[in-house]
Nanobody, 131 residues
Framework: QLQVLESGGGLVQPGGSLRLSCVVSGHDGPPVPVGWFRQAPGKEREGISCLNSDDQATTYLDSVTSRFTVSRDHTKNTVYLQMSNLTPEDTGVYYC????????????????????????WGRGAQVTVSS
Protein backbone atom coordinates (compact mmCIF):
# COMPACT_ATOMS: atom_id res chain seq x y z
CA GLN A 1 0.00 0.00 0.00
CA LEU A 2 1.37 3.37 -1.04
CA GLN A 3 2.28 5.51 1.95
CA VAL A 4 3.97 8.85 2.50
CA LEU A 5 5.53 10.35 5.59
CA GLU A 6 6.57 13.96 6.05
CA SER A 7 9.29 15.30 8.27
CA GLY A 8 11.31 18.45 8.77
CA GLY A 9 8.78 20.92 10.09
CA GLY A 10 9.54 23.36 12.85
CA LEU A 11 9.84 26.96 13.94
CA VAL A 12 11.73 29.38 11.72
CA GLN A 13 12.18 33.13 11.74
CA PRO A 14 10.84 35.30 8.92
CA GLY A 15 13.25 35.26 6.02
CA GLY A 16 14.56 31.87 7.01
CA SER A 17 14.58 28.55 5.20
CA LEU A 18 13.30 25.07 5.90
CA ARG A 19 13.30 21.79 4.02
CA LEU A 20 10.53 19.26 4.30
CA SER A 21 11.04 15.64 3.36
CA CYS A 22 8.49 13.13 2.14
CA VAL A 23 9.39 9.46 2.10
CA VAL A 24 7.30 7.38 -0.29
CA SER A 25 6.97 3.69 0.52
CA GLY A 26 4.89 0.66 -0.36
CA HIS A 27 5.38 0.94 -4.10
CA ASP A 28 7.70 -0.93 -6.44
CA GLY A 29 7.86 0.65 -9.84
CA PRO A 30 8.34 4.02 -11.50
CA PRO A 31 8.16 7.04 -9.23
CA VAL A 32 4.69 8.33 -8.55
CA PRO A 33 3.66 11.97 -8.77
CA VAL A 34 4.03 13.61 -5.37
CA GLY A 35 2.35 16.80 -4.30
CA TRP A 36 2.63 19.24 -1.42
CA PHE A 37 -0.31 20.96 0.20
CA ARG A 38 -0.66 23.19 3.21
CA GLN A 39 -3.39 24.35 5.51
CA ALA A 40 -3.11 27.55 7.48
CA PRO A 41 -5.13 28.07 10.66
CA GLY A 42 -8.73 28.84 9.79
CA LYS A 43 -8.17 28.42 6.07
CA GLU A 44 -8.82 25.81 3.43
CA ARG A 45 -6.13 23.39 2.39
CA GLU A 46 -4.32 24.63 -0.71
CA GLY A 47 -2.05 22.98 -3.23
CA ILE A 48 1.53 24.21 -3.38
CA SER A 49 3.25 22.18 -6.05
CA CYS A 50 3.65 18.71 -7.49
CA LEU A 51 6.44 16.66 -9.01
CA ASN A 52 5.77 14.38 -11.97
CA SER A 53 7.28 10.93 -12.24
CA ASP A 54 9.90 12.43 -14.54
CA ASP A 55 10.65 15.13 -11.96
CA GLN A 56 9.04 17.99 -13.81
CA ALA A 57 7.43 20.35 -11.33
CA THR A 58 4.07 22.07 -11.42
CA THR A 59 3.47 25.03 -9.12
CA TYR A 60 -0.08 25.72 -8.03
CA LEU A 61 0.46 28.60 -5.62
CA ASP A 62 1.69 31.88 -7.08
CA SER A 63 2.88 33.21 -3.72
CA VAL A 64 5.59 30.54 -3.45
CA THR A 65 7.01 30.86 -6.96
CA SER A 66 10.79 31.43 -6.77
CA ARG A 67 10.73 30.71 -3.01
CA PHE A 68 9.73 27.03 -2.86
CA THR A 69 11.34 24.24 -4.86
CA VAL A 70 10.42 20.58 -5.10
CA SER A 71 12.91 17.86 -5.91
CA ARG A 72 13.33 14.11 -5.62
CA ASP A 73 16.09 11.79 -4.52
CA HIS A 74 15.32 8.53 -6.30
CA THR A 75 17.85 6.58 -4.26
CA LYS A 76 15.97 7.45 -1.08
CA ASN A 77 12.40 7.45 -2.46
CA THR A 78 12.16 10.92 -0.99
CA VAL A 79 10.66 14.14 -2.30
CA TYR A 80 11.75 17.45 -0.83
CA LEU A 81 10.09 20.81 -0.49
CA GLN A 82 12.79 23.43 -0.07
CA MET A 83 11.33 26.64 1.30
CA SER A 84 13.17 29.93 1.51
CA ASN A 85 12.44 33.54 2.39
CA LEU A 86 9.61 32.33 4.60
CA THR A 87 6.98 34.72 5.91
CA PRO A 88 4.41 34.37 8.70
CA GLU A 89 1.82 33.77 5.97
CA ASP A 90 3.58 30.48 5.23
CA THR A 91 2.67 29.16 8.66
CA GLY A 92 0.54 26.04 8.58
CA VAL A 93 0.48 22.28 8.42
CA TYR A 94 2.21 20.97 5.34
CA TYR A 95 1.09 17.71 3.78
CA CYS A 96 2.78 15.40 1.37
CA UNK A 97 0.60 13.30 -0.88
CA UNK A 98 0.97 10.87 -3.76
CA UNK A 99 -1.11 9.99 -6.78
CA UNK A 100 -1.99 6.35 -7.46
CA UNK A 101 0.79 4.47 -9.30
CA UNK A 102 -1.13 4.31 -12.57
CA UNK A 103 -0.57 8.05 -12.96
CA UNK A 104 2.72 9.58 -14.10
CA UNK A 105 1.80 13.23 -14.16
CA UNK A 106 0.48 15.81 -11.75
CA UNK A 107 -2.85 17.52 -12.19
CA UNK A 108 -2.38 20.43 -14.54
CA UNK A 109 -4.30 23.16 -12.80
CA UNK A 110 -5.19 24.10 -9.24
CA UNK A 111 -8.75 24.29 -8.01
CA UNK A 112 -11.13 23.04 -5.34
CA UNK A 113 -10.88 19.46 -6.60
CA UNK A 114 -7.09 19.34 -6.73
CA UNK A 115 -6.73 17.26 -3.55
CA UNK A 116 -9.10 14.63 -4.91
CA UNK A 117 -6.50 13.66 -7.51
CA UNK A 118 -4.22 12.34 -4.78
CA UNK A 119 -4.73 9.17 -2.79
CA UNK A 120 -2.11 8.73 -0.09
CA TRP A 121 -1.69 11.48 2.48
CA GLY A 122 0.80 12.00 5.26
CA ARG A 123 -0.09 13.20 8.75
CA GLY A 124 1.34 16.63 8.13
CA ALA A 125 4.28 18.65 9.37
CA GLN A 126 3.81 21.87 11.30
CA VAL A 127 5.70 24.87 9.95
CA THR A 128 5.63 28.01 12.05
CA VAL A 129 7.22 31.22 10.83
CA SER A 130 7.56 33.68 13.65
CA SER A 131 10.07 35.99 15.26
Amino acid sequence: QLQVLESGGGLVQPGGSLRLSCVVSGHDGPPVPVGWFRQAPGKEREGISCLNSDDQATTYLDSVTSRFTVSRDHTKNTVYLQMSNLTPEDTGVYYCTARPPLFRRCPGTPGPSLASHFRSWGRGAQVTVSS
